[in-house]
């Protein structure tokens, strides 16, 4: 399978607790994109990489979130003291620079978290 | 301002019934992409479509089609004969230079698409 790849499917979590959620993109793509997504809505965008750098943040990405992504491959994202507000699908999306899929993104299956 | 509206909710058909699924979207830039994604029970976002500014050429892929109609700022996709397998969730997205010049998606609500058989 060369989809996007996320895990864990799912994470329970007691408040308070730090998760970290890894996702691997497609190998070729290094565009790489973590979005958050609650019932009844559309995936919202958190951050973004090309390469190893961060590029982009979004404001819903708190103090207590961080993402990594050191080699320009797989990323982390890490969610300290985790609230109940926290609970949501965590997608992550890969996407080329260049050629036919440019600016197309592959989503992977999501780290459902549900914080207690 | 919301960037990508898709005011139908829920739309609920009969199998072999056509269905249009409506997106309108808001962007000052002259250059961006429009796409659908559909989000079937499983979760996994599935990549539709990707159609940029400047090709306002309508396409038909099978059953599915898109009418792209800048004038109204208007996306929209209709699926004809629909099929019990086509119920999910589907989610228009608009990607500019408004996002700080990196082309990031937009997505909009989502119509639930429920097919009946």
């Known amino acids: 399978d060369t989809g996007v790849s996320q895990d864990p499917r799912h994470k329970i979590t007691k408040r308070g607790q730090n998760v970290t959620f890894r996702c691997d993109p497609i190998?070729?793509?290094?565009?790489l994109y973590w979005y958050r997504q609650t019932l009844g809505q559309g995936p919202e965008f958190l951050t973004y990489?090309?390469?190893?750098?961060?590029?982009?943040k979004s404001r819903l990405l708190s103090d207590r979130f961080s993402a990594e992504r050191p080699k320009g491959s797989f990323s982390t994202l890490e969610i300290q003291r985790t609230e109940q507000g926290d609970s949501a699908m965590y997608l992550c999306?890969?996407?080329?620079?260049?050629?036919?899929?440019?600016?197309?993104?592959?989503f992977g299956p999501g780290t459902r978290l549900t914080v207690l | 301002a919301q960037k990508v509206t898709q005011a139908q909710t829920e739309i609920s058909v009969v199998e072999k019934e056509d269905v249009t699924l409506d997106c309108v979207y808001e962007?000052?830039?002259?250059?961006?992409?429009l796409f659908w994604y559909k989000q079937p029970p499983s979760g996994e976002l599935v990549f539709l479509i990707r159609?940029?500014?400047?090709?306002?050429q309508n396409e038909i892929s099978g059953r599915y089609s898109w009418n792209f109609q800048k004038s109204t700022s208007s996306f929209n996709f209709t699926i004809t004969a629909s099929q019990v397998v086509d119920s999910a969730v589907y989610f228009c997205a608009l990607s500019d230079l408004e996002s700080g010049g990196s082309y990031i998606p937009t997505f909009g609500r989502g119509t639930s698409l429920i097919v009946h058989p």
């Open positions: 190998s070729e793509h290094n565009r």
């Open positions: 990489f090309q390469n190893e750098a961060q590029l982009e």
């Open positions: 999306a890969s996407s080329p620079t260049s050629g036919e899929s440019y600016n197309e993104q592959f």
């Open positions: 962007t000052r830039d002259t250059t961006y992409y």
């Open positions: 159609r940029n500014s400047f090709d306002e």
